[in-house]
């Protein structure tokens, strides 16, 4: 008997349709994974231009957030001048194609997980391991939020407060739908039961592995070493002090949102593949952190690219898009070793490491800072047995090595 599920609906000739609330494309199981990457590209940048072309309202609610009616004429001019449509559509393309023409967002895991080319044990040991990931990056729009304050003024003039003030606004939502505890007014604050009882992004993960039927004592593992440098590399842009504010935005923002919803998509079409295949009751509330985060991340990554635009100065716009690719690189160059480890440990066979990739010249990282850091950073971690190979913490190779000036 075929498998019913509220996951997909089945069309009379046996192909696979997902209701829209599962994925916003009913055919992504028909389709190829350039196919589904290029969608994302063009919906987001679609997505993106229709909220700035509203911007050109005169009494758009940015400009009010923004304090126009209290600037100078020169202020406003200069204010004005920074959130165009044309300029803001100008920077978005540049960095959204830096970011979505990445080879990451089409690593072999990715691929053989959407044609659901696993068994039961692989993608319990794929979810735990990924586990480690989801429950140790949700922390860096935190501390990237704590590099805005009057006490390290940034660099961008004097609307430098504001502008501050609204990246910290932005990022505090982004993490009150990490951790569910987001409220509209103090009327609405949630009883103490319901700030315990928040549906986090960990406690959607942690249905994704009842649904793989994983025992609860056995859902957290010791990390990787190619899954903790990821998260270090990640918590170190963000919030390492060798860093800059602008390069800890770029990271929880345009780093870590514009290529999610479509890898998520990846995994979840390959999930729902194998549980029609393997006649495996896996429901959307088994799968909703993959459905949430296609749903969700493109939002989010308009508002903090909006903010982002706010805090780079037109005299050093060059300079500034430079360093936020950098910021970005380090990233992508981190996801990558880290879902090449993955392959390995899932599959038991090799994978393409980040430097064996063929990268492009402008995606390769020659900046010393993160390799430096990452070292340190794996010095600090404390017991070996929190990674899975005790040389770990002493290791001097980093998945920048094949790049870095000698």
């Known amino acids: 008997m075929a498998l019913s599920s509220d996951l997909f609906i089945r069309n009379d000739d046996g192909t696979l349709r997902l209701p829209a609330e599962v994925h916003p494309l009913p ?7 350039e196919e589904i990457l290029r969608w994302f590209t063009h919906s987001q940048r679609k997505d993106f231009e229709a909220a700035i072309a509203r911007m050109t309202a005169k009494h758009h609610p940015l400009k009010g957030a923004l304090g126009f009616a209290h600037l100078s004429a020169e202020e406003g001019e200069r204010l004005a001048r920074r959130i165009t449509p044309e300029r803001l559509a100008g920077l978005f393309r540049e960095l959204h194609d830096h970011v979505m023409d990445h080879p990451v967002w089409r690593h072999p895991f990715f691929l053989r997980i959407f ?45 430098s407060e504001r502008a501050s003030e609204l990246t910290q606004i932005v990022l505090a939502q982004l993490l009150a739908d990490e951790y569910g505890v987001g409220t509209a007014s103090l ?48 918590r ?101 070793a880290m879902m090449s480890g993955l392959y390995r440990a899932v599959f038991q066979q090799p994978c393409v490491a980040p430097g064996e990739a063929g ?33 770990y913490r002493d290791s001097s190779a980093t998945p920048f090595d094949y790049w870095l000036p000698a």
Request: some cysteine; aromatic content about 8%.
């Open 27 to 33: 055919n992504l199981l028909e389709m190829q994974p």
């Open 236 to 336: 170190l842009v963000a919030g390492h002090p060798d860093f800059t504010p602008l390069e800890a935005l770029a990271s929880v923002g345009l780093g870590m949102e514009w290529g999610v919803p479509e890898f998520f998509s990846l995994l979840l079409g390959g999930v729902i593949r194998f549980a029609e295949r393997e006649q495996h009751p896996l429901t959307r509330k088994h799968l909703f952190v993959f459905i949430a985060h296609v749903q969700y991340d493109v939002l989010h990554a308009i508002a903090v690219m909006l903010v982002t635009t706010l805090l780079i100065e037109e005299e050093a716009e060059k300079q500034a898009v430079e360093q936020i690719k950098n910021a970005v690189n380090m990233l992508m160059t981190g996801r990558y």
């Open 359 to 391: 990268l492009a010249q402008h995606y390769r990282v020659h900046d010393p800072r993160i390799h430096h850091a990452l070292l340190a950073a794996r010095r600090q971690l404390g017991a070996s047995g929190l990674v899975t190979e005790a040389k």
């Open 115 to 159: 044609r659901a080319e696993f068994t039961l044990p692989q993608a319990r040991l794929f979810a735990t391991h990924y586990f480690n990931q989801i429950k140790n990056t949700r922390q860096c729009v935190a501390l990237a939020c704590g590099r805005f304050s009057s006490l390290t003024p940034p660099p961008f003039g004097i609307l």
């Open 187 to 234: 009327e609405e604050y949630p009883e103490l039961e319901r700030i315990f009882n928040s549906t986090t992004h960990i406690v959607m993960y942690r249905w994704l592995l009842e649904g793989l039927e994983v025992p609860f004592g056995e859902q957290d593992v010791p990390l990787l070493p190619e899954v903790a440098d990821n998260i270090l590399i990640q």
